[in-house]
Nanobody, 119 residues
Framework: QVQLVESGGGLVQPGGSLRLSCAAAGSIFTINGMGWYRQAPGKQRELVAGITSGGSTKYADSVKGRFTISRDNAEVTVYLQMNSLKPEDTAVYYC?????????????WGQGTQVTVSS
């Protein structure tokens, strides 16, 4: 079993910043990558940012230049620094981890953390 515990969400004014953290624990062997997704009310879950085991990153066009994903390999923790937040960034943010085992590739999700951008 793999557990992902997110923290750092909250209420922030437009233009403000938040930093999300996701700590992974449990049966972790070979991580393919970690990332952050978000889901706003009435919308599908979408990729916000991802980082591979080799350190390559990708971002949704809507957050490029404002959000930065990073990872602490020793602690198996992934971070999402969010700057210049906009009301449209309001969503539940989910941490994601993908790993490969002998039996296949597995995907795990955190419980989600609410980010609300409002004045």
């Amino acid at each position: 079993q793999v557990q992902l515990v997110e923290s750092g969400g909250g209420l922030v004014q437009p233009g403000g910043s938040l930093r999300l953290s996701c700590a992974a624990a449990g049966s972790i062997f070979t991580i393919n990558g970690m990332g952050w997704y978000r889901q706003a009310p009435g919308k599908q879950r979408e990729l916000v940012a991802g980082i591979t085991s080799g350190g390559s990153t990708k971002y949704a066009d809507s957050v490029k230049g404002r959000f930065t994903i990073s990872r602490d390999n020793a602690e198996v923790t992934v971070y999402l620094q969010m700057n210049s937040l906009k009301p449209e960034d309001t969503a539940v943010y989910y941490c994601n981890l993908v790993q490969s085992l002998n039996t296949g590739t597995y995907e795990y999700w955190g419980q989600g953390t609410q980010v609300t951008v409002s004045s």
